[in-house]
């Protein structure tokens, strides 16, 4: 009996609904049509109240800029090289530059060149092949700032570091490149020159990504806080490698740097024997027998020994094979000798050689040459 007022009601609130909808379907198409700009407006504003800024590292940049000078060397008056350096310390009213010892071999007169234009003529301190590490000396009351110096062993990889040089020529002085630490102790084999002796030796770096090209050698490596990690040194160059540079830890550069002003002679360790890496030796007529039977692929000859020398006091004997230093794999006479030279005189170090085919330690008190 009160089925058929149930249904109209029903009906009724459908009706209803579907009125509102439309209704409420009417009034936003209007809003739309008759008001576009309202939304636009709500849209600019938001794209307005963001913004992105990147400072950079100009004020890291600016501590150490102006004690970065370009070093220019010559022979009987004609300029032969130029590289970078950097003043890292006055003393009793002299100024002390650091730079790579590559970057003044072989030359008679060095000058450095300020970021004021002022030219100079310094005294050459002192310098070491192996290192490739030299000093530089100017009057104190010439220099314009000295850099701040940090470690390198605080660094993490990934963290922001600079270099300043001098890349090309002198049109290019002070060029600033920015990139990452992308490695530590990275060890690299390079060729040192020392007159018209080339010696291979291998060199403990930092690798950066920073663009370092041929002038920047002996300019600094800073941290984004403007502090002086390495000295710009090596770059490998070649089609296959693209972003990798190398510097020497500060921390290395200062320990040979101190000795070179002190005037004292640096002493290394001396072994006294004569060496041909192992991959060489097997194409050697005289070697090549000792090479096959021995069965390596890696290691130095042993061709010849010093009498009385370290090697010869200690047992080392021609025709022995160096496979190991203090229990080290080595590949060749330059890993030999950054294993040597991480030793100090008056050391004992291990040599792990094949005699007759068999492994035989060796034990050797290492003298001054």
């Known amino acids: 009996m009160n089925e058929q007022p149930t249904h109209k009601k029903t009906l009724r609130n459908c009706i209803i609904i579907i009125i509102v909808f439309f209704l409420g379907m009417l009034t936003m198409y209007g809003t739309f049509y008759y008001f576009p700009s309202t939304i ?48 890292y310390k006055t003393e009793n009213n002299k100024a002390y530059i650091l ?56 660094l993490r990889l990934g963290d922001t570091v600079f270099a300043i040089g ?49 002038g920047n050698s002996g300019g600094p490596l800073a941290n984004s806080n403007g502090e002086v990690i390495g000295i710009t040194s090596i770059k490998l160059a070649s089609e296959a490698i693209e972003g990798m540079g190398f510097a020497i830890p500060i921390e290395n550069a200062l320990e ?16 006294g024997v004569y060496m041909l890496d192992v991959i060489n030796a097997y194409y050697s007529r005289e070697y090549y027998n000792l090479i096959r039977e021995a069965n390596v692929t890696q290691g130095v000859v042993v061709t010849d020994i010093e009498e009385k020398s370290s090697a010869a006091l ?15 794999d080595i590949s060749s006479s330059a890993y030999l000798r950054y294993y040597l030279f991480r030793h100090k005189v008056g050391d004992y170090m291990k040599l792990t050689v094949l005699r007759d085919n068999k492994e035989l330690d060796i034990k050797v008190k290492l003298v001054a040459n």
């Open 99 to 154: 730079t790579n010892n590559h970057v003044i071999s072989n030359s008679n007169d060095v000058y450095v060149t300020f970021t004021d234009g002022k030219i100079i003529k310094t005294e050459v301190v002192g310098k070491d092949v192996y290192s490739d590490i030299a000093v530089l000396a100017v009057d104190e009351k010439d220099i314009i700032s000295i850099a701040q110096l940090g470690k390198s062993k605080d």
């Open 256 to 271: 040979i740097a101190e000795e070179l002003i002190s005037g004292k002679e640096i002493e290394r360790p001396y072994l």
């Open 166 to 214: 001098a890349p090309l020529d002198s049109a290019y002085s002070w060029s600033v490149t920015r990139g990452i630490v992308s490695g530590k102790d990275r060890l690299v084999e390079v060729e040192l020159s020392s007159g018209n002796t080339k010696t291979p030796m291998v060199v403990n770096t930092l690798q950066t990504d920073a663009a370092i090209n041929n």
């Open 314 to 328: 200690a047992g080392v004997q021609k025709n022995d094979i160096i496979i190991k230093v203090d229990d080290e």
């Open 40 to 87: 636009g407006t709500v849209v600019t504003k938001l794209e307005k109240d963001v913004t992105v800024t990147d400072k950079g590292i100009a004020d890291a940049v600016d501590k150490v800029y102006d004690s970065v000078v370009v070093v220019n060397t010559y022979v009987n008056g004609e300029q032969y090289a130029s590289g970078t350096g950097f003043v």
